[in-house]
Structures are given as C-alpha cells and as structure tokens.
C-alpha cells in the first residue's frame, strides 16, 4: 500500500487549525500527528511532500456545475474532461454535475446520457444531481429508486417556462415525494413567468443590451420565488436547498425561514460575490460575458451575501460554472439579450477567489474551507469522505500557498472559454499541489493527472438536518 506523509503544513479544516504531518495511505487519510512528534517522524514514506508554510487543506467540493450542457442550442464549452481538470488546478477534487431529464422522457435516461459524458473522462471524482423537467407519475416513482442509488438530490425550476419550468403543482408533487425518499429539492427561485413578460415588453421598447438581462430578473421576481418555495417546502415538510441565490431580499427570505426552524438552506457563487450589475453595463457587447441566471446584482448586494455566509443564513458557496464562449456562442444574443446563453466560466477560481475574500476580513479561514468543501460535502451526501482532512477520509488534499500573488486571465486559466469574468483580477494564494485519492493530479503547478482518474460518487442524503 503506497504511503504519503505531507510534513510542515497547517491543516486547516472546517473545525480545526492544526500544526500537523498527515499520513496518506492507499487513498485516504490514516494519521495526523503534530511537527516534530514521535509518530510522525516514525512514518515512512514512498512519498514526502514538503508543505512549511502552506495550508494543507481538504480538496474542494464545488456542487453546481454544469459540463457540456445544452442551453439555447448550444452547449457549455467545457466537457467533463476540460471542466474536472480545470477544477484540479484551482484545488477543487469534487464536483456534483446536473444530469438533465428531457422533456417527455424518464430520469434514467437522462442520467445514463450524462454518465456516458463523463464515463472516463473525469480527472477528479464526481457525482450527480438530477435535474426534474418533467414531473409526473411515472418521474415520481423513478424519484425513489434514484435516491436508492446514489442521486439524491433534484433541482426544479421556477424559470425558463417551456424549458425546465415546472408550476406550483409539480413543485409540490416532487417535494412531497422527497420528504418521503430522503432526496432534497434544489431550487432555482425566479419567478419566470413574469420574467418572461417584462422580457417580452423590454424587447420590444428596444432594450436588448447585456444590461437589461439584469434589468427584466428583478430582486423581487426572486424574492418572491424563494418566498413561494419556502412556503412549498413547508406545506410539503420537505427539506429545501436554493441554488444561486443573488438578492439581499433573498437571503432575507431564506433567513426568515431557517429562524423559524425550517429546513432551508442557501447557495451563492463568486459571481454574485465579486461582480455586479457593473460588469453587465460594460461597454459593447462586454457584457454578455456576465449572464447567467439568477443575473448579477448592485454593488450593495454583496455585503448582505457576505453576511450571510459568515452567519450561516448562506452555507454553500457553489460556481455554477456554466461556461460559453464569447465568440460564437455569447454573440448568439447581439441585438437580442434574451437569446445570449445564460452561464459563465468559474470552476477553476472558486477557492481563490474565497481565499482572498479571507485575506480581505469577510470570511475566517476555516469558514473558507467550510463553505467550499464541508458544507456541500455534508449537503449532498458525501462526508466525511469528502469534505474533510481526517482519519477515514478519501485523501483529497490540497497544499495552498497563502502567500502566492496570481492574476486571473483567460491566458493563463484552464477552461476551454475564451473568456475570464474576473480578467487582470489579482488575488493573493494559491494551488501548489493536489491530491485525489491520494494520487497527485496536480504537482508544483503541473498538471500531472489523467482523464479517467476520476471516478463516480453514489451519495448519500443529507447530512445537514
Ligand atoms: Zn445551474
């Protein structure tokens, strides 16, 4: 059985900071023993990492991506290949992807279409959610026998009707069926009927820049989104987890809701944490760069986001990567804001990005690693073999420098986007070196790993009620 010790670092983990060597043997974490110990100078070693003055930290578990997924008549630009190798640069070992059911069609052969996508090609492990298109009887039942198997969570949607739109009813029906079976509903909260009308009317008055992509999804078409599913989720008594969330008054809702004991629970990304309605209103045709669905806010949301995370309102701290070029496929939507694919690149950056909102006070470090690997690890079923740096735990280790200077760029980044959302950005800390079962994938910043290292996670339910 081949033995890693890392010697020098400080673990840093969800509950502890700790001065210690940790011992990898055959994939998974055996041992911590404090620097200069008995035990852990008595280790030996096939392998010795070296990590003084470095974080040795647990491999990031980013539960929204979305890999070679059709949108609009495209696809996005990463493929399960591209996508899980660009996750392992920027420290990310995990990723849960959304299997989608077409409309018409069963959830199992939207899961097998989306295995066969990632089959073998994975270079760190994954698993999936399953997105619900269409709810009825027979997706109802199927709903059961996925959770038996390892898919427990689905995500429903209350925007793009004609798409994904399910209406109040089916949101129900599916909720019921999961405060039976365990799973838990993952919500996108925008209420996409009366989006589609001021879209409608914005179009026609001419507004068809990036901008009012913003403009027409307003705050409270979210607000009041995330309030109705609470309120779903209650009469249901199921658990609810709400994907992307962007707007002050969403957060409020999903505050409200967990101070009277119910169990919701709330995801932001970095875009909605970094970038803002600034970024939508740049010049040209720039602004198709930014978006996505929930659309980027004001300024003034951050902070409420911010404060969220740091007091738990908020627990995950997803990308949503979603990624389309800016030529070719961005450019779709010149003259028409509507028809631009909604998603952006951000797989690569999550941890970074997360590490500098630590060196600039909004996070504490081990708030860092609990939104970025404990929290979803633990919301989907995966802990404490992911998520954590412990006895037991699959070895998926990180070694940070804290002290690092990057710049984020579309030169340098590993996405197969043609773009960066954060572009000349400089953040403080990064990668060294990462570990995926113990087997290195990235080693003093080359890439070192192979399609096909990654593998398939069965999950759990949630392990945060
Ligand atoms: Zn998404």
């Given at each position: 059985?081949s033995?890693?010790v890392?010697?020098?670092?400080l ?43 470095m974080?040795?930290?647990p ?5 929204h991506?979305?890999?070679e ?5 495209t ?9 899980t190798r660009?996750?392992?640069w920027?420290g ?5 992807d ?9 959830l199992r ?5 989306w295995?066969a ?21 027979s ?8 959770v038996?198997?390892g898919?427990t969570?689905?995500k429903?949607?209350?925007a ?13 029906r ?6 039976g ?6 919500m ?8 589609d009308?001021?879209?409608?009317q914005?179009l026609?008055e ?24 609470v ?11 709400v ?5 002050d ?50 300024r003034?949301?951050?902070?409420v ?43 690569e950056h ?8 630590v060196?600039d ?6 708030r ?31 070694i ?27 953040v403080?800390?990064?990668?060294r ?11 003093d910043?080359?890439?070192v ?7 398939y996670l ?6 945060y009620?």
């Open positions: 059985m033995r890693t890392i010697h020098g670092g673990v840093v983990t969800a509950s502890d900071e700790i001065h210690a060597d940790v011992l990898i043997e055959g994939g998974r974490i055996a041992a911590l023993a404090a620097h200069g110990t008995d035990a852990a100078t008595s280790w030996s070693a096939d392998r010795r990492i070296d990590a003084t003055g974080y040795v930290l491999g990031g578990v980013d539960a991506t979305h890999m997924m059709p949108f609009g008549g696809y996005a630009a990463d493929t399960f290949e591209t996508g660009a996750a392992a920027g990310t070992t995990t990723i849960v959304f299997a989608i059911q077409t409309m018409g069609r069963s052969e939207g899961l097998d279409t295995h996508k990632a089959d073998a090609r994975c270079a760190v492990d994954y698993g999936f959610h399953m997105i619900l298109s269409d709810v009825n009887e997706s109802l039942k199927e709903m059961d026998r996925l038996a198997e898919v969570s689905f429903l949607f209350m793009y009707p004609g798409v994904f739109y399910s209406d109040d009813g089916r949101i129900l599916a909720m019921q069926r999961a405060s079976n365990g799973g838990l509903v993952m996108h909260a925008e209420n996409g009927i009366a989006i009308v001021l879209v409608e914005a026609a001419g507004r068809t820049d990036p901008r009012y992509h913003g403009d027409v999804r307003k705050v409270a078409l979210e607000a009041e989104a995330t309030h109705r599913a309120q779903l989720a209650r009469v249901a008594g199921a658990p609810l987890y994907v992307h969330v962007s707007a008054e969403a957060v409020d809702e999903i505050a409200a809701a967990r101070h009277k004991g119910l169990p919701v629970f709330g995801e932001t990304c970095p875009q909605y944490l970094f970038l803002s309605t600034d970024n939508l209103a740049e010049p040209g045709f720039e602004g198709a760069k930014y978006v996505c669905s929930t659309p980027l806010r004001p003034e949301h951050q902070e986001l911010w404060r969220g995370l740091r007091n738990n309102e908020l627990q995950v701290v997803s990308t949503d990567h979603c990624p389309f070029c800016f030529s070719g496929q961005k450019e779709m939507g010149r003259g028409d804001f509507s028809k631009i694919p909604n998603g952006m690149p951000g797989v999550r941890m970074d990005l997360l590490h500098q909102a060196v006070g909004h996070l504490s470090r081990r860092w690693v609990e939104i970025a690997c404990a929290s979803p690890a633990r919301m989907f079923g995966l802990y404490p073999k992911k998520g954590t740096i412990a006895p037991g735990a699959d070895a998926d280790v990180v940070y420098d804290p002290g690092a200077e990057q710049t984020i760029s579309a030169e340098t980044h590993h996405m197969a986007v043609d773009y960066s959302a954060y572009e000349g950005r400089r403080t800390g990064q990668v070196t990462v570990l995926s079962r113990g087997v290195p994938v990235i080693e910043r080359a890439y790993g192979h399609a096909g290292h990654g593998t069965p999950r759990g339910t949630c392990q009620l």
